[in-house]
């Protein structure tokens, strides 16, 4: 059974600080890796993509990726009461278009 | 970025009755999208693939003669819950594969309440 873990949370954190959100998976042959941002009632929205072992920036928004120890993991910096939501890591299920997608971990931002 | 349009939003049916939920992608061509349901406080659960053209595939567990998908062009799938009951109340979300990331564009949602 292929998994993908997150803490549920939730994980509160005062505005401006940084937020970090993990996520496990157990397939070692995933290779593509996202994060989704889901507000209630509402759709999936992606923030980040990674394939590669490693940091990847985009504004706010880091994505880290250890292949190695099966985590991949998202830093928000400047964290922002906007940024509560709820947090999906998707991972890709080998050899197809697939992906499992964690329980999301619900972050509060307090202002 | 890539779009998809998914229709109706809500939708409120009599248990018994059939729904049918459109999704469309408006500015690429989705050979493939993707059906998941999600219960409150829960996460995305994979529903079925469907590709243009071909049968769709389900997960297991998911009855394919309940829920009827039928993707007939490259921007278009559609999920039919047929004889619908209470517990089919859910919030349904497609996706289509985005061919320049590999990741996915999700629809709106469509939050199906069966009386």
């Known amino acids: 059974q292929k998994e993908v873990e997150q803490n549920s949370g939730p994980l509160s954190v005062p505005e401006g600080a940084i937020a970090s959100l993990n996520c496990t998976y157990s397939?070692?042959?995933?290779?593509?890796f996202f994060w989704y941002r889901q507000y209630s009632g509402k759709s999936p929205e992606l923030i980040m993509f990674?394939?590669?072992?490693g940091d990847k920036e985009d504004g706010r928004f880091t994505a880290q990726l250890n292949k190695a120890s099966q985590y991949v993991s998202l830093l928000i910096r400047d964290s922002q009461p906007s940024d509560s939501a709820t947090y999906l890591c998707?991972?890709?299920?080998?050899?197809?278009?697939?992906?499992?997608f964690g329980t999301g971990t619900r972050l509060k931002v307090l202002a | 970025g890539a779009v998809v349009s998914q229709h109706p939003s809500r939708v409120i049916c009599k248990s018994g009755t059939s729904v049918k939920i459109e999704c469309r992608s408006l500015?690429?061509?989705?050979?493939?999208m993707f059906w998941y349901r999600q219960f409150p406080k829960q996460s995305l659960m994979l529903m079925a693939t469907?590709?243009?053209?071909?049968?769709?595939?389900?997960e297991q567990g998911v009855e394919k003669d309940k829920f009827l998908i039928n993707h007939a062009s490259l921007t278009l799938s559609t999920l039919t819950v047929t004889s619908a009951h209470p517990e089919d109340s859910s919030f349904y979300i497609c996706?289509?594969?985005?061919?320049?990331?590999?990741?996915?564009?999700f629809g709106s949602g469509t939050r199906l309440t069966v009386v």
């Open positions: 996706s289509a594969r985005e061919p320049r990331t590999d990741g996915y564009t």
């Open positions: 397939d070692r042959g995933s290779q593509s």
């Open positions: 990674i394939y590669s072992n």
């Open positions: 998707a991972v890709n299920v080998r050899g197809t278009y697939k992906y499992i």
């Open positions: 500015d690429f061509q989705a050979t493939t």
């Open positions: 469907s590709n243009e053209g071909s049968k769709a595939t389900y």
